[in-house]
């Protein structure tokens, strides 16, 4: 499957997480531009100044400062320039009940971040085929990306 997603967004506040991913893309050779944000307000903002030309997909961290990532998911979608930005929950936390809320605020997928590079990658690649494949909304039974 060709993955046609070109530009990433990502918010994570943790530089170690924000290393891996970029990492894990230039491992897997995708010609995707990464542009990232350290939390959630300097998302809003970069949201904003690019409202025209927004990225292809947002993997968004729930455990963010000034702005939490559940925060973010509500103002992206409350908003008609970003409300059919794709967004995938990539967060180190699980909590059905809160997974259940992201699913019914209009995020795409759930990626618990794994603790091995591998799965990074493997998570990744899986969640971009999946939009590149279909870019709407899966059941919430297809909503947490796992193996």
């Known amino acids: 499957m060709t993955i046609t997603i070109k530009k990433l967004l990502l918010a994570d506040d943790d530089v170690d997480d924000c290393l891996f991913f970029k990492e894990a893309l ?3 050779q995708l010609a995707v531009n990464l542009i990232t944000a350290n939390d959630g307000e300097e998302l809003m ?5 690019i409202s025209s030309s927004l990225p292809d997909v947002l993997f968004l961290d729930l455990n963010m400062p000034r702005k939490n990532g559940f925060d973010c998911l509500m103002e992206i979608k409350s908003n008609k320039k970003f409300e059919l930005l794709p967004v995938i929950i990539f967060s180190t936390s699980y909590d059905g009940d809160v997974v259940n809320k992201l699913y019914e605020a209009g995020a795409h997928y759930y990626i618990r971040k794994p603790s091995e590079f591998s799965n990074i990658k493997k998570f990744i690649l899986k969640a971009l085929n999946l939009l590149s494949s279909s870019n709407s ?3 919430l039974d297809g909503f947490v990306i796992n193996s």
């Open 26 to 28: 230039d491992e897997l």
């Open 45 to 49: 903002n970069l949201l904003n100044r």
């Open 137 to 139: 909304k899966p059941s």
